[in-house]
């Protein structure tokens, strides 16, 4: 079995503090309102992030295009959910295909918050059907 959430021992004292800066509607590129939005790669870059761009290219540059910040406030819940392209965000991504990584930076003091991951263990598929496949695909699958 593998773990699925890592905690990494970076120092990222200087990337927080670009990301908080970030954390403002006036820079958002897409998504849902004002609480939940990306910042494109380019927004980073012309602000000027620097340390932005380097902490993502330790990770060689693997992640989806922009930064998505989620505000919530204490004690307030986010359902289990598995993250995709479904909303169409990322043009490089089939629709139904799965984000398989993440890295999670808190940007507010420490409150005795709790963040818990799920693996979906049955790993169903998306509802519909990924365009790089073929009906034919689908249907040897499911029977």
Request: hydrophobic fraction near 30%; proline fraction near 5%; charge should be negative.
């Given at each position: 079995?593998?773990?699925?959430?890592?905690?990494?021992?970076?120092?990222?004292?200087?990337?927080?503090?670009?990301?908080?800066?970030?954390?403002?509607?006036?820079?958002?590129?897409?998504?849902?309102?004002?609480?939940?939005?990306?910042?494109?790669?380019?927004?980073?870059?012309?602000?000027?992030?620097?340390?932005?761009?380097?902490?993502?290219?330790?990770?060689?540059?693997?992640?989806?295009?922009?930064?998505?910040?989620?505000?919530?406030?204490?004690?307030?819940?986010?359902?289990?959910?598995?993250?995709?392209?479904?909303?169409?965000?990322?043009?490089?991504?089939?629709?139904d295909i799965h984000q398989p990584g993440n890295?999670?930076?808190?940007?507010?003091?420490?409150?005795?918050?709790?963040?818990?991951?799920?693996?979906?263990?049955?790993?169903?598929?998306?509802?519909?059907?990924?365009?790089?496949?073929?009906?034919?695909?689908?249907?040897?699958?499911?029977?």
């Amino acid at each position: 079995m593998f773990s699925c959430a890592y905690e990494l021992d970076l120092d990222i004292e200087d990337v927080r503090k670009e990301l908080q800066y970030l954390n403002d509607p006036i820079f958002k590129d897409r998504g849902y309102d004002d609480l939940c939005f990306y910042v494109s790669d380019k927004t980073v870059q012309k602000e000027g992030c620097e340390n932005i761009i380097k902490f993502k290219q330790l990770f060689n540059n693997g992640f989806v295009e922009g930064i998505r910040f989620l505000n919530m406030k204490p004690k307030q819940t986010y359902n289990p959910h598995v993250d995709s392209n479904e909303q169409g965000f990322h043009p490089d991504i089939p629709m139904d295909i799965h984000q398989p990584g993440n890295v999670n930076i808190l940007l507010s003091k420490l409150v005795g918050d709790e963040t818990v991951w799920y693996i979906d263990g049955e790993l169903r598929r998306f509802h519909g059907q990924s365009p790089q496949r073929s009906a034919a695909q689908d249907a040897a699958e499911s029977s």
